[in-house]
Every structure is written in structure tokens, then in C-alpha cells.
């Protein structure tokens, strides 16, 4: 694939804008891409007002501004969140805008940026934002999806020259998100997510109490869930106008929000992780009572531990997700370096924020009402892979029965 014709950029744009986004007439849109990947973004727009969009914003991203920024202007002035940004965030909650974020982004962008000054300025900024977050969460529909850049690709494909590792990049992509030359992506869609639907329906049924992981590799963790609370995959709905969307494209997961502080062992990463554009390597979480009391990386220790610090909420779990080995993301064989791709590959965890909208009518509780019902809330939201090839799931059940829900790195039925 050394070229991706028009038709088939139509084609992907087209499936972001309707079965992603799912874009609705009168709606406004706020779409998040790279200043390099403006000929995409075009197709994007057209595609949103051809759904009946009202009106397309644009943010446009520049990693190589990003990081000047980083090395030059001073850790106050980053940290500040300017009058204009914070009316532009009100409106945002106001408009109740569709979002749409096309990540490209230079995975090495932040190599050589002072840790300490990246997280402490994310920190800073993440307590002013995420209030307006907050007041948004379940009342907006939004996707991430990909294009990809030069610089990623290489960083996947590092031997290739640009032009193969771009086209070998999005061969991937293109794969994992179920577009071709040849098919109807839509229908394809369907049938996996009605997959997704019926799997989550199951483990719905079981009212498991908590979950029990084992690997080879050191994994050896329990969690206790949330009574009551869902097992979530897929899609969602926005509670204000009932239209379904798919917020990740691609999408292998189902997910839960445990009970925050209410887990005990070692969780071991099979992947790289990429946090603020930086790399934590070959690490492994141990946590006791709930909370992240240790970790150990061979690289990014010091990224790692500042992380599970971020805040009070930062160091307890908020997501877990299943996803089996087969995925097709992990059948392409190489690290994407982009948590919307990687985390699709296998099993994984999450430090921080927790998801309200899985409680039974959680859309409509407070930050405070959720984090009592046993939600986690935190400034962040951090991914992370557990899923080896030799690990095993359980799910408890009140009475102590055990139920194989993985077995060997995918469903045990």
C-alpha cells in the first residue's frame, strides 16, 4: 500500500464522521488534528457538514510547538490556563459539541523535556480543566481515531525508509479499523460491536463480586467490583439526544470501573507504555489496599512513579478491560506506541478516573455521588497492557464460585 487512494480517505473519513461521531444535523464539531495532516482534515469537515453539521472548529496540533514551548517558556507560564482558554472550555459546555480527535502524533516528541516540568504542568492544568470535563461527560459524542505521520511511523518501523513505514503504518491502521477498498465498513462495524454487546451482556449476568488475574510473568491480582455496575463495550450513547457512537476507532474492549481501593497484588505490562509523549518500559505495579504502594520500570522509573502521584485518585485503579490476544490489533504484530491502539491489543488497566456512566444512572450523578458509589476520580486516566499470552481471568462470584472468563490470553468460551 504505498498510496491510499482518495476513495478510500473518503471512505475512512466517512466512517469517523458517521459511525464514529455519529455526527447529527444542527450539531457543532470540534475536531483536534495535526497542522501536517491538513488535507485529511479537510475530508473530515466536508464529511461533518455533509451529516448536518452547524459549524466545524478546528484545533489545530503542532508537536514540534508543543515542545519548544516545553524547553523555553517557563513551568508557570505553562501552567496557567489563559481567560480565553477557560471561556473557549465554557462554551465547549455550552455548545455540547461533537468531538473528534485524529491522533498523528511524534511518539518521541517529549524526548529530552524535563519529566518533572511535563507532569507538573499536565497537573496544573488537568485542576482547572477538568471540571468543565466533568460537565460534559455522557451529554457529547466523540471518537478518536488515526492518520498517520512520518515520524510515527518510523518510530514503529524504524528500518523502513518514510515512505514504506508510512504506507505499512497505514496498512495497519486501515486494517484495525475495518476499512477497504472492497468492503461496506459500516456493516462490519455492526457485527462487531454486536459481538462486543452480547460478550459485555454475559459478563453482565454473572454479577461477579471480583476479578482474579494470573501470568507467568509475575501477574498475581484481585480487584472487587462495583455491585451493580456494567460491563461496557463499543459504543455509548449521549444521554441529552440518545445518539450512539463509538468513542475509539479501533475498538476490541470491554470494560468496567472497579471499586476504587479495593485491590491487592502485582499488575505486570506486557507493553511499552507512552505517557506524555515519553516511553515507561518493562514496568510492573504492586499495590496494597487499593493503592499503588510500588512500581518498578527499566525505563521511565521516574515518569512512572511521579504518575501514580499526579493526585489522590492517581495511584488506585479506574478502569479494567478485556480484550482478547486475537485482536486484530495485536495480529499486526509491532507496538503502535499509541495507547488508542495498543490498549486495543490485549488486556489492560487503568490508573486514575473512572467512568460514572457505568453505575445504573450514573450519567446523572455528581463527581462526589460517584466517587461514593466506588468510582475513582482523578486528573487522569492512564492505560496501561496486562494481557500475556498465558493469562488467566476469573470471575468471583458471591459465593465464592470461580468462573473462567479468560483463559490463555482470550475467552475461556
Not at 26 to 31: F, S
Not at 264 to 280: C, D, H, R, Y
Not at 325 to 337: A, D, H, T
Amino acid at each position: 500500500m504505498k498510496n491510499v487512494s482518495e476513495t478510500l480517505l473518503r471512505k475512512y473519513a466517512e466512517l469517523i464522521v458517521r459511525t464514529g461521531a455519529n455526527v447529527r444535523k444542527g450539531q457543532v464539531v470540534q475536531l483536534s488534528i495535526s497542522v501536517e495532516q491538513h488535507g485529511f482534515a479537510a475530508l473530515v469537515i466536508e464529511e461533518c457538514y455533509r451529516a448536518g453539521a452547524r459549524k466545524v472548529n478546528v484545533d489545530w496540533l503542532f508537536d514540534r510547538h508543543a515542545r519548544l514551548n516545553y524547553l523555553y517558556a517557563s513551568q508557570e507560564t505553562l501552567s496557567r490556563v489563559l481567560p480565553w482558554e477557560e471561556e473557549k472550555l465554557k462554551q465547549m459546555v455550552q455548545d455540547l459539541p461533537v468531538r473528534i480527535f485524529i491522533v498523528s502524533e511524534d511518539p518521541d516528541a517529549m524526548n529530552g523535556v524535563d519529566v518533572q516540568k511535563l507532569s507538573s504542568v499536565s497537573q496544573a492544568r488537568s485542576t482547572v480543566i477538568k471540571p468543565y470535563r466533568n460537565a460534559i461527560e455522557g451529554k457529547h459524542q466523540w471518537v478518536i481515531a488515526a492518520y498517520p505521520s512520518v515520524k510515527w511511523a518510523k518510530k514503529c518501523f524504524p528500518d523502513m525508509a518514510d515512505e514504506e513505514a508510512v504506507s505499512r503504518l497505514w496498512e495497519a491502521i486501515l486494517k484495525t479499523v475495518r476499512v477497504r477498498e472492497d468492503n461496506d465498513p459500516v456493516a462490519e462495524w455492526k457485527t462487531h460491536t454486536d459481538f462486543i454487546e452480547k460478550k459485555a451482556a454475559w459478563l453482565n449476568e454473572q454479577g461477579f463480586e471480583s476479578l482474579r488475574y494470573h501470568s507467568a510473568n509475575g501477574t498475581d491480582f484481585s480487584v472487587e467490583l462495583i455491585p451493580g455496575a456494567r460491563w461496557e463495550g463499543a459504543g455509548a450513547r449521549n444521554t441529552e439526544n440518545g445518539a450512539f457512537y463509538i468513542p475509539n476507532m479501533p475498538t476490541e474492549e470491554i470494560f468496567t470501573s472497579p471499586a476504587a481501593g479495593k485491590c491487592e497484588g502485582t499488575l505486570v505490562a506486557v507493553k511499552p507504555l507512552s505517557w506524555n509523549s515519553q516511553l515507561i518500559e518493562n514496568f510492573s505495579i504492586t499495590f496494597e489496599q487499593g493503592r499503588a504502594v510500588s512500581c518498578r520500570a527499566e525505563k521511565g522509573q521516574e515518569l512512572l512513579e511521579k504518575m501514580i502521584r499526579m493526585d489522590e485518585g492517581a495511584g488506585l485503579l479506574g478502569e479494567v478491560a478485556l480484550v482478547p490476544r486475537e485482536s486484530p490489533v495485536n495480529q499486526c504484530g509491532f507496538l503502535f506506541y499509541e495507547t488508542l491502539f495498543d490498549e486495543n491489543a490485549c488486556c489492560h488497566c487503568a490508573l486514575g478516573m473512572g467512568f460514572k456512566e457505568v453505575l445504573p444512572d450514573g450519567d446523572h450523578l455528581t463527581v462526589e455521588q460517584a466517587r461514593q458509589a466506588g468510582i475513582n476520580d482523578s486528573i487522569i486516566h492512564v492505560d496501561f497492557m496486562v494481557g500475556a499470552d498465558d493469562l488467566s481471568i476469573d470471575g468471583v462470584k458471591p459465593d465464592g464460585t470461580a468462573v473462567p472468563i479468560f483463559r490463555n490470553g482470550t475467552w475461556a468460551e
